[in-house]
Antibody, heavy 119, light 108 residues
Framework: QAQLVQSGAEVKKPGASVKVSCKASGYTFVGYYVHWVRQAPGQGLEWMGC????????DYRQKFQGRVTMTTDTSVGTVYMELSSLRSDDTAVYFC????????????WGQGTMVTVAS | EIVLTQSPGTLSLSPGERATLSCRAS???????LAWFHQKPGQAPRLLIY???SRVTGIPDRFSGSGSGTDFTLTISRLEPEDFGVFYCQQYGSSPPTFGGGTKVEIK
């Protein structure tokens, strides 16, 4: 069964960085786009950006430009999302999701990674 | 960016009833690239419908999507207990992809 497996929950202090991983299980997402979407507690869904898993080409939402970095390690079939200069309002569940091409519905999602930013 | 407005915010219905959810876009969506998701607490969203009206394999036929341009609808013909939760629409034809604020379907 195709699924995405994300790294575990993180607790960070304001100003720190967090790096979340996303790995395909049951399929290979080489050539796919991997998107990152976050959801603050009790809130809706917000797209942060995406990376093409083989080329490493990225497209970041303007809001996160300068703070987010998405990378890919094809040797282990894993994509990473790093968010820096964390603030309390970055507290959210972070999801990865894949699409075969850029304009496609997000059909496979990871289980989510809770990131808590607190002093 | 394209803003999606979902209504109503909350729908209180009983199992077996029909649910009609609306999603309105601030501008016409290219190729009707509009998806619907269902999310239960503590879970990732699950894709139900893509390109406005195409049902994902394995999704029951009580779920149907319709609409074009700026106005879209998700209809659940007869609610089952497992259908309760939050439904989101998303447009993915224009960057950045954006989501509506969600419609919560709760048990009456």
């Amino acid at each position: 069964q195709a699924q995405l497996v994300q790294s575990g929950a993180e607790v960070k202090k304001p100003g720190a960085s967090v790096k979340v991983s996303c790995k395909a299980s049951g399929y290979t997402f080489v050539g796919y786009y991997v998107h990152w979407v976050r959801q603050a507690p009790g809130q809706g869904l917000e797209w942060m950006g995406c990376i093409k898993s083989n080329s490493g080409g990225t497209d970041y939402r303007q809001k996160f430009q300068g703070r987010v970095t998405m990378t890919t390690d094809t040797s282990v079939g894993t994509v990473y999302m790093e968010l820096s200069s964390l603030r309390s309002d970055d507290t959210a569940v972070y999801f990865c999701a894949t699409t075969e091409w850029l304009s496609a519905a997000f059909d496979i999602w990871g289980q989510g990674t809770m990131v808590t930013v607190a002093s | 960016e394209i803003v999606l407005t979902q209504s109503p915010g909350t729908l209180s219905l009983s199992p077996g009833e029909r649910a009609t959810l609306s999603c309105r876009a601030s501008q016409s969506l290219s190729s009707n690239y509009l998806a619907w998701f269902h999310q239960k607490p503590g879970q990732a969203p699950r894709l139900l419908i893509y390109t406005a009206s195409s049902r994902v394999t394995g999704i029951p036929d009580r779920f149907s999507g319709s609409g074009s341009g700026t106005d879209f609808t998700l209809t659940i013909s007869r609610l089952e207990p497992e259908d309760f939760g939050v439904f989101y629409c998303q447009q993915y034809g224009s960057s950045p992809p954006t989501f509506g604020g969600g419609t919560k379907v709760e048990i009456k």
